[in-house]
């Protein structure tokens, strides 16, 4: 079973009783004291100093989410290397009692946050030269580990003094090097877009700049031809030419992938296609889309149920993360 994001807010504020090892863990607040808190529609994150060191804790907030950390900790832990920042399993490490009263206790992960720059902050303090170099050199190192991150981006790196050290690497593989090779493209053309049009002629590489994009809070980047953005009325998406193609009227959106993307509204999270219809109602309390599998983990009330890539539900809604299953898709009623 898994803990409301709500449970684990109070466990930030109350480490002393509701982490097993964390105990004398302090979260880093905003400016009222709450421990700030991010998250995806895998993992809710906050940073916490402890024992001299910052760190991030994520807590696993479905099946495949967690299925994902138990197998990078485990190979993870057998890699000794300076490219990587310590990555923990911490078994049973929340607890907390149920809305029935009963104890229950659930794992998170513990993972180094190194003192250093994000990379948005070198981008303005490094000379590009220096950063792309530092691209370089993590992606030979973790071509030689036999190490794949699979969410490399910007928001997962950290500058420490003369390399990038990668975070949040849940979704790893192992013994598949390269298979980053793309998102390393992409960082190296934020780099070289940063650097302004004199970085770009003192590099051997075919590079066209792309039109930014303006009028947003916030801009994610261009997957399947669409850019998730956060307007005033909320998170939307628009075309590379910055034309409004869904409305921003999410609460928050993921980005497309395979042609799906995970949204939250007041009511729920919920799955749309390219066109912004609710393949998935947004109803439930997480959503968890998986593009390899084209399958969607749902959980509503505890518990969770499996759907297929049309929004048809597999399996009965389980509880303690078990999936029943039944011989036919059961529609969703698409709003």
């Known amino acids: 079973m898994t803990p409301s994001l709500h449970t684990f807010i109070q466990a930030l504020q109350t480490p002393e009783i509701a982490f097993a090892t964390l105990t004398d863990a302090r979260p880093v607040t905003e400016a009222g004291g709450i421990p700030q808190l991010t998250r995806t529609t895998r993992f809710a994150e906050a940073e916490i100093a402890w024992r001299g060191r910052r760190w991030l804790l994520s807590l696993p907030l479905s099946p495949a989410a967690l299925a994902s950390v138990e197998r990078t900790a ?41 003192a250093g720059r994000s990379f948005a902050e070198a981008l303005l303090t490094e000379p590009a030269g220096r950063l792309l170099e530092g691209l370089d050199a993590l992606q030979s190192a973790l071509r030689e580990l036999g190490f794949s991150h699979n969410n490399l981006r910007a928001d997962n790196l950290r500058w420490i003094g003369s390399r990038f050290i990668p975070l949040r690497y849940h979704d790893a593989n192992f013994g598949t090097p390269d298979s980053d090779a793309g998102a390393f493209e992409t960082l190296r053309r934020q780099v070289r877009e940063a650097g302004g049009p004199m970085q770009v002629s003192d590099v051997a590489a075919d590079y066209i700049p792309q039109r930014r994009l303006t009028g947003h809070r916030w801009t994610s980047h261009v997957f399947e031809g669409l850019v998730c953005v956060e307007d005033e009325g909320g998170f939307g998406f628009v075309d590379t030419d910055n034309n409004p193609v869904i409305a921003s009227r999410f609460t928050w959106a993921g980005d497309f992938r395979e042609g799906r993307a995970e949204v939250e509204t007041p009511g729920g999270m919920g799955l749309i296609d390219r066109n912004g219809n609710y393949v998935i109602p947004p109803e439930y309390e997480i959503v968890d889309y998986s593009p390899t599998e084209s399958i969607v983990r749902v959980r509503q009330n505890g518990r969770w149920a499996e759907f297929d890539y049309l929004g048809q539900r597999l399996t009965e809604f389980g509880t303690n993360n078990e999936e029943t299953s039944i011989t036919e898709p059961v529609p969703v009623a698409v709003r």
Request: net charge negative.
């Open 74 to 114: 485990s190979q993870a832990g057998r890699l000794n290397t300076e490219w990587l920042a310590e990555y923990r399993l911490l078994r049973g490490e929340l607890l907390w009692v149920d809305a029935e009263e009963h104890p229950q206790t659930c794992d998170l992960v513990l993972q180094h946050l190194p």
